[in-house]
């Protein structure tokens, strides 16, 4: 059981801050991702919660006691590093038991705790195998059963799957989802791969800068993005902007870009004459010979089932995922439009407006995963 | 620019036979990209072509001329490699220039010029022609490394993996830039990859290599629709093709002698089953936001628990613990060796797949 709190974690390095004045709070159970580009902060806020670092100000709150200033080892949290440090010249029993032997845990203890870490984690039929020989997949297990046989509180993880290959890496993705799942242990995890974010998140916090840009399920962080950084750092292709210069009143749902009527979801704030952005989604891009906005064909690139289809408009480069049967030929002159109800709009700032967009936002507060 | 053929091309290094048998024809102007993953052959095939090695069999001529044992210099090739070789010390322009100043080539300088200008202003880094090449960014750089290569009109261009050490968003953005530039200049260009999105997105044709082997070439279309063989079939997609025992299929059509179903997003069907007779059940709805990844858990066979991912929309109502139907359509039939079965009718790919 583990809630953990963060209110006001501020870290500074001499001149440089790190974390800039972050609260948010990880319920018990959730597998919480940490998101962003290098030196966003998002490291230094996981080694603050493990006790690696300690904050300049702010509260870290483990079940609602004060642990800001406790040392790790008094934490009862287990940090997962890059999971495939093994002890070569051990078996994958003592690999797995080797916390609890440093413990002074009982053998009897020991032993029955190993076993059943190894069922969970499918490898009971290795327990008195070598890791020496070992497939990278099972590396990877016994790895993980050393930080669950101590059954910590939580776990932290600073981008485990970093120095794997693609494929293991998805299946790796898998199984710490599964694993998860079993266990429901509490999971903080640091990555910068955005893809790695959404498959394996009950909620994910994008970070930039030190500043914590949004909090949020993967789908509302997809669909909803608070801010233009997170909407351009979420997706692949990320999401496309026009710029338009416009004011904007409640209940309103068409703007102009570049004198043409384009539907927009209706606008729950009013907004001075400005310059503002319009975010679509690749995949909510189509060709339409009645769309007003005119495009030429500057690039398609065929990925199977669908293609990206990159668009040169008056107002920048449109990237559109389009079903590859669609036929698109380089150089041709296009119409294309939008999905309306799908739109986002983001002031000067980079902050995203209220629309009727964020209406059904509390629709999705429930858990994703069952 | 011209013609690149190589006919029953063997390179063994001791007992490793690197490269075997390997015929392949590259037209004028073709972009054409070899996959296959690490140690496959496809580097020295390279290599070979720029004759920084020499094949122990078969022949290789570039522009009707055979160059089996010319040396590289005399190849007029260029080579982009994984790692952008600049001169620390030039500036862009010089770095760029410096293969036309060669003596032995006699550009005049206002044709190098010209032809500099035009490459960088292709490449978008004609603002940084006055820049030291380690005044750029890594991105800068590989453009430059990439321009280098350009200005040159040489028979081809063999490039080895030139954009694997750059970041994604920029990776992405080159993939584009590369592809039209290829198609500007009408540069003929041999790449090799083992990145299948490289692959599928720049070839006019992709070169599957296993082991060695040139198993199957043809358009990215032809080779993601038509695959000859199941190794072919789970080079390109994402998620991989899902390979499936018949067995789950009893009511389904297949060719005699199927012992594998190979179907992607595109050939399954999956609806919402009623109670009872469920073919699978929906484990986990993996969100990516536009391409929602589907994990079905489907029935055992022979004490193996098989699974299907695929591609849904994110609307589709399909929810975790779902009991659900799958139902083949044009999926593909590949033999106990892996062989793909072809019948009328099943794997309705087109195989004229000109993009």
Redesign the interface.
Known sequence: MARISIQDLHKAFDDFVAVKNSSFTIEDGEFFVMLGPSGCGKTTTLRMIAGLELPTSGLILLDGEDVTFRRAAWRDIAFVFQLFALYPHMNVRRNIGFPLICEGVPRAEIRRRVEETARILRIDQLLDRSVSGLSGGDLQRVALGRAIVRQPKAFLMDEPLGVLDTELREAMIGELRALHMRLRATTVYVTHDQLEAMAIADRIAVMNHGVVEQVGHPRDIYDRPATRFVADFIGSPPMNFLSVRTCLAPGQSEILVGGVPVTVPPLREAVAESDLVLGVRPEHVRLDDGGGIRAQVYGAEYLGTTQIVTLRTGHGMVKARLPSSSPVRVGETVGIAFRPEKLSLFDAAGRALRTALHDAAALTGGRRHG | MADVRLEGVTRSFGDTVAVSDLSLDIWDGEFVVLLGPTGAGKTTTLRLVAGLERPDAGRILIGGRDVTTVSPAERDVALVFQQYSLYPHLSVYDNLAFPLRAPIRRVPPDAIDRKVREVARMLQIDSKLNNRATQLSGGQMQRVAIGRALVRSPSIHLMDEPLSSLD?KLR?EL??EL??IQ?ELGATILYVTHDQ?EA???ASRVGVIDRGRLVQIGT??QI?EDPDSTYVATR???PGINLLPPALFNDALMPDGTATVAA???HLWITRAGDGHAMGKVR?I?????QN?L?IDLAQVHGKQYQVVT?VE?DTGI???DPVDLTLAGALFFDAQGNRIRTAGTGGASRNGH?
């Open positions: 994604a992405a993939r584009l592809q039209r198609r999105t599928m997105t720049m990215p279309r993601y390109l997609g994402q992607r997003t595109e986990w993996e969100r990516l936001g536009d990844h994990h591609l994110p929810d975790v613990g993009r």
